[in-house]
């Protein structure tokens, strides 16, 4: 009798991840991993930040080395392009023509950036930043003498922002709301960053739509705001979220909202396919709801939850979310997601760029936000996860210590 084989289409984070982790926990089946890009799987968190800076390139940051996949018997389609689904004939083709049969797969898809449907959105130097190429191509227009124009006052943006001025180009954030981070950050939060930031030199242009991308021979020059004023650049960083790679399950029928819909395994509406990572839209027992996660701590679960379920073995014990994001010397953990928070409480003073945001339901903490607050980060994670009840003046009083919070 053959063993069963695994296909993951999609070699970032979470599919080299699975890969590993179905070796790891035994499975001795033959495994396809097939990916877009060129290279084997790698990490992309520092793409925002060592990458640019120089700090990093693909042979520091990839997840396994060369030899791996050979050792571990890993079959590799760099380069290939996942084009159909069979869920009856248990094959995935491949734009080359290769059709590879399954008796799992995993898809690990991935998300894609948002672009701005405007005109001027194909001049040269118009960039996102999701993959390697993306990085390169963005740090090959920054330096000394250079300005950048970011469209979004995200994680990812600010991150580019304090790179760039790291390099020493100029940077210019251009945000519709009236706050940084205004969609995943408390306006406490929000405040200090841009504060931060502008005190080292990055400008910030709030409250503004754009309408166009101005450009002189073929590369853009500037930022046309709705207000009228053109911002000048040497290149624009447009990071406005992303969509979910989802067409493969959308197209074989698989249940998608707002990406490909999977319970604690990471299954899908169908028990022999997967769906791990950005790309998943999966249950969070902890705030009795569903949501679509982009991180690399969710990838790594997921794919141990895949891995587990295809290897035979009991699943991972359920993760909180957390998130992390480096700017300048400051690091951000987050811990938990504020659902249905009705208060918050903050703990140190952000005037000395060490505090933590408790986001609370009652005395329940729902999340955390710890800027070069470790024990706040930690403390706040594992209150979450147990749903420990806390008193709000302990929380708030620094000469108590977490360790005496969390008792």
Request: net charge negative.
């Amino acid at each position: 009798m053959s063993k069963p084989r695994v296909v993951i289409v999609g070699a970032g984070h979470a599919g080299g991840s699975a890969a590993a982790f179905l070796r790891q926990y035994g499975f001795d089946g033959p495994i396809y991993l097939v990916g877009e890009e060129p290279l084997l799987p790698y990490q992309r968190p520092p793409l925002s930040k060592a990458w640019l800076k120089g700090e990093a390139d693909a042979d520091s940051l990839a997840l396994k080395p060369d030899s791996w996949y050979a050792e571990a018997e890993v079959a590799l389609r760099l380069g290939g392009v996942a084009t159909e689904i069979n869920r009856g004939s248990r094959t995935v083709t491949l734009a080359s023509g290769e059709a590879i049969a399954y008796d799992f797969l995993i898809l690990a898809t991935g998300a894609r950036a948002r672009m701005l449907p405007i005109p001027g959105a194909d001049l040269a130097n118009v960039l996102a930043l999701r993959t390697a190429a993306d990085a390169e191509h963005l740090k090959s227009v920054l330096g000394a003498g250079k300005r950048l124009a970011i469209i979004g006052g995200g994680y990812v943006g600010l991150e580019a922002a304090a790179s760039a001025r790291a390099l020493g180009a100029e940077a210019v954030v251009i945000e519709r709301e009236n706050r940084v981070l205004a969609r995943v950050a408390c306006p406490e939060l929000s405040d200090f960053f841009q504060r931060y930031h502008g005190q080292r030199g990055v400008t910030f242009e709030l409250n503004a739509g754009v309408e166009a991308f101005i450009g002189e021979d073929g590369k853009v020059t500037g930022v046309k705001l709705a207000d009228g004023r053109t911002v000048a650049c040497d290149a624009v960083l447009v990071g406005v979220g992303a969509h979910p790679n989802d067409e493969l399950a959308k197209d074989c029928g698989l249940d998608c909202a707002g990406g490909v819909v999977v319970d604690l395994e990471a299954r899908t509406s169908d028990p022999h396919i997967f769906a791990i990572g950005d790309v998943s839209h999966r249950p969070l027992p902890i705030y009795d709801r569903q949501f679509r996660l982009e991180s690399v701590p969710n990838a790594l679960e997921q794919a141990k939850q895949a891995a587990s379920a295809i290897a035979g073995r009991a699943g991972p014990t359920p993760e909180v979310p957390w998130f992390w994001s480096d700017q300048f010397d400051l690091k951000l953990q987050i811990a938990g997601l504020p659902f249905d928070a009705d208060r918050i409480v903050v703990r140190g003073n952000p005037d000395t760029a060490s505090f933590a945001v408790f986001h609370l339901k009652g005395d329940l903490i729902q999340a955390v936000e710890a800027v070069n607050a470790p024990p706040e980060f930690m403390a706040g994670k594992m209150l979450i996860s147990r749903r420990t009840p806390v008193s709000l003046d302990k929380l708030a009083d620094t000469a108590i210590s977490m360790k005496e919070v969390a008792a």
